[in-house]
């Protein structure tokens, strides 16, 4: 079984910055799981930020960034603003048709 | 503009069945590799299965939980993916959510439809 680990929760101040990672329960996380990160807000459907590793989905303000740090994927908001207080998801691709997606991170801008 | 439909969702009784369906329009759908993924209420995401463009063979995967009771088709003529389910349990409680799905050297969940729940209980 498979575990994705993300930080179950984590604040920021408006206008500061935050790195969310996510992480395999054994072993590093590279670019060959093509990491993605998702954005949700409560009663909303996700909404896709970053994909394989370090790409901005459309439309996604260049605040936000991806990258491959020690062994996990992270997401970085360099300038938080307070809409950006959310879950963050993370999901890496395993191989073979399978994705495992990490349990989320709370971000609340404080 | 890409618009990603979810219906079918209801409340039934655990082992039960329903038929989720996700209407797609704004892409060439036949060309499109299809997600779903769900979500149980105040938890995480969870991939569901996927299934492939019947260019690319039309094969699908699921998350071990759901093996051997789900099953993902669909049909290109109405732009229509489903996720028939069968042999409900209240775990299966969930938003179920369909999404595009960009493969090869990417692999990831690209437009997302707005979901529809299943609620699984006596």
């Known amino acids: 079984q498979t575990v994705v680990t993300q930080e179950p929760s984590f604040s920021v101040s408006p206008g500061g910055t935050v790195t969310l990672t996510c992480g395999l329960g054994?072993?590093?996380?590279?670019?060959?799981?093509?990491p993605s990160w998702y954005q949700q807000t409560p009663g909303q459907a996700p909404r896709t930020l970053i994909y394989n590793t370090n790409t901005r989905s459309s439309g996604v303000p260049d605040r936000f960034s991806g990258s491959i740090l020690g062994n996990k994927a992270a997401l970085t908001i360099t300038g938080a603003q307070a809409d950006d207080e959310s879950n963050y998801f993370c999901v890496l691709y395993m191989g073979g048709g399978i994705w495992v997606f990490g349990g989320g991170t709370k971000l609340t801008v404080l | 503009e890409v618009q990603l439909v979810e219906s079918g969702g209801g409340l039934v009784k655990p082992g039960g069945s329903l038929r989720l369906s996700c209407a797609a329009s704004g892409f060439a759908f036949s060309n499109a590799w299809m997600s779903w993924v769900r979500q149980a209420p105040g938890k995480g995401l969870e991939w569901v299965g996927r299934?492939?463009?019947?260019?690319?063979?039309?094969?699908?995967d699921y998350a071990a939980p759901v093996k051997g009771r789900f099953t993902i088709s669909r049909d290109d003529s109405q732009n229509t993916m489903y996720l028939q389910v069968n042999s409900l349990k209240t775990e299966d409680t969930a938003m179920y959510y369909c999404?595009?799905?960009?493969?090869?050297?990417?692999?990831?969940?690209?437009?997302w439809g707005q979901g529809t729940l299943v609620t699984v209980s006596s």
């Open positions: 299934i492939k463009s019947k260019t690319d063979g039309g094969t699908t």
């Open positions: 054994s072993g590093s996380v590279s670019t060959s799981y093509y």
């Open positions: 999404s595009t799905v960009r493969g090869s050297n990417l692999q990831y969940f690209q437009h």
